[in-house]
């Protein structure tokens, strides 16, 4: 059974900084690519990150650009996304997402996803 648990989530002022992590397990992780979504309430779901399945290549919303930054540990079967100078707008919860290829993150790949974590920037 394919697991995907998010952590790291919490409460941080406008220009912080939080690391979430997804930690995977029930199917080989470095196989595939991964991606981080995040819905606001009211919102559509939006795709914030993602990586292959080497992490040779990744992907950003333009929203998070030069202050996001996704990473995976493959040894680890650990995903990560680093956080730097957060917005209110940030506010959400987090998704991690696993692909059903190695290379194509988009979200209609997307297999499997985690229950997520909830991120809240205060202004």
């Known amino acids: 059974q394919v697991q995907l648990v998010e952590s790291g989530g919490g409460l941080v002022q406008a220009g912080g900084s939080l690391r979430l992590s997804c930690a995977a397990s029930?199917?080989?992780?470095?196989?595939?690519?991964m991606d981080w979504f995040r819905q606001a309430p009211g919102k559509e779901r939006e795709l914030v990150a993602a990586?292959?399945?080497?992490?040779?290549?990744?992907y950003y919303a333009d929203s998070v650009k030069g202050r996001f930054t996704i990473s995976r540990d493959n040894a680890k079967n650990t995903l990560y996304l680093q956080m730097n100078s957060l917005k209110p707008e940030d506010t959400a919860v987090y998704y991690c997402?696993?692909?059903?290829?190695?290379?194509?993150?988009?979200?209609?790949?997307?297999?499997?996803w985690g229950k997520g974590t909830l991120v809240t920037v205060s202004s």
């Open positions: 997402a696993s692909s059903r290829y190695g290379t194509n993150f988009s979200e209609y790949a997307m297999a499997y």
């Open positions: 029930g199917r080989t992780f470095s196989a595939y690519a």
């Open positions: 990586i292959t399945w080497s992490g040779s290549n990744t």
